[in-house]
């Protein structure tokens, strides 16, 4: 398929998507994606994966602030782009832009909509304690996530899976996605659906405080969070008023055996236990304030049984 168009992305879910596009001789002939940022403990100006991806392969470039820029608006108006691409691209795009291709603006988004719309619609599934999440193909219109529906695929949330693995294989199912429906799109064989408003729910972006565990809570629900959150902003909570991180953990049956009170820890077999309001999770990786990530078998000696794991710092 020979087509005309632009792609807007910035994280690797977008190239991603790219590197699906490319080996179907489906690549862009412009990609815009975010500006380089500071990364890193040394704060250094780093350019975003999409970015990096397009001047691997000379494709034209552009990294606006924002998406009223003259720039960029001059170098969309040169390519008149049958259609536009999006995929986790990060900024608002406003009625210049969306109104501009003839064929509008299509979307990759990271859920089942009109569920999970907005900013972490994967962290969201898999704190709600989804099952089943997937990709969506949509036709953009002014609102978050709001325009109608065009194709969709389905994944199954594995019970261990994290929202980084889960953001690579919904990347792997969206590039897929575009690539089989994208050329239907273009021959006018899909048709739109407009999303159910009384189904859609909204997420916002999260920050570091989300990550801070309450273990007050089921332990499916601890679980799931733990899982949401990693690999960011990463799950935490406190402990003799030293921050660790808890990086993995796993679903523990308690053999009819009594939980201790909610973040009380139990060390058996060089094996970490913490209590839940309901149940118990068994911790697998840790990281102690100013240390190292390593396996709670390394580390499980040092916890005093009884002691307890709280979501504040004392």
């Known amino acids: 398929m020979t087509v005309r168009y632009a792609f807007m992305g910035t994280p690797e879910f977008a190239t991603i998507v790219l590197n699906h596009l490319?080996?179907?001789?489906m690549s862009p002939s412009l990609v815009i994606t975010q500006p380089d940022r500071p990364r890193g403990r040394g704060r250094k100006l780093a350019a975003p994966p999409v970015a990096l991806w397009a001047k691997e392969r000379g494709i034209q470039l552009i990294q606006p602030t924002s998406c009223r820029d003259e720039a960029l608006i001059a170098a969309l108006d040169e390519l008149r782009p049958e259609v536009i691409v999006t995929a986790s691209f990060g900024q608002y795009l406003p009625a210049s832009i969306l109104t501009l291709p003839k064929k509008g603006c299509l979307n990759v988004h990271a859920s089942l909509l009109p569920k999970y719309r907005g900013a972490s619609p994967i962290q969201s599934a898999i704190m709600a304690g989804e099952e089943e999440t997937g990709v969506t193909l949509m036709l953009m219109d002014k609102g978050i996530d709001t325009g109608p529906m065009l194709a969709h695929a389905r994944h199954r949330i594995d019970d261990e899976i994290n929202a980084g693995a889960l953001n690579f294989a919904l990347a792997e199912l969206g590039g897929a996605l575009i690539v089989r429906e994208l050329p239907r799109y273009l021959a006018g064989e899909l048709v739109p659906v407009e999303q159910d408003e009384a189904m859609a729910t909204v997420t916002r972006r999260l920050r570091k405080c989300d990550g801070c565990i309450d273990f007050r809570r089921s332990a499916r629900a601890v679980h799931n969070h733990i899982r949401a959150v990693s690999p960011w902003p990463g799950a935490?909570?406190?402990?003799?008023?030293?921050?660790?991180?808890?990086?993995r953990a796993r679903l523990h049956d308690c053999d009819g055996h009594p939980c201790g009170e909610p973040g009380e820890i139990s060390v058996r077999s060089e094996r970490m236990f913490i209590s839940c309001v309901d149940g118990v999770i068994e911790l697998l990786d840790i990281?102690?304030?100013?240390?190292?990530?390593?396996?709670?078998?390394?580390?499980?000696?040092?916890?005093?049984?009884?002691?307890?794991?709280?979501n504040m710092e004392e």
């Not at 490319?22 to 001789?25: D, G, N, P, T």
């Not at 990281?287 to 009884?306: I, K, R, T, Y």
């Open 236 to 247: 935490y909570a406190f402990l003799d008023g030293k921050r660790y991180k808890l990086l």
């Open 287 to 310: 990281q102690p304030q100013s240390g190292v990530a390593m396996h709670v078998s390394e580390c499980a000696h040092n916890f005093d049984c009884g002691a307890i794991f709280s």
């Open 22 to 25: 490319e080996a179907a001789s």
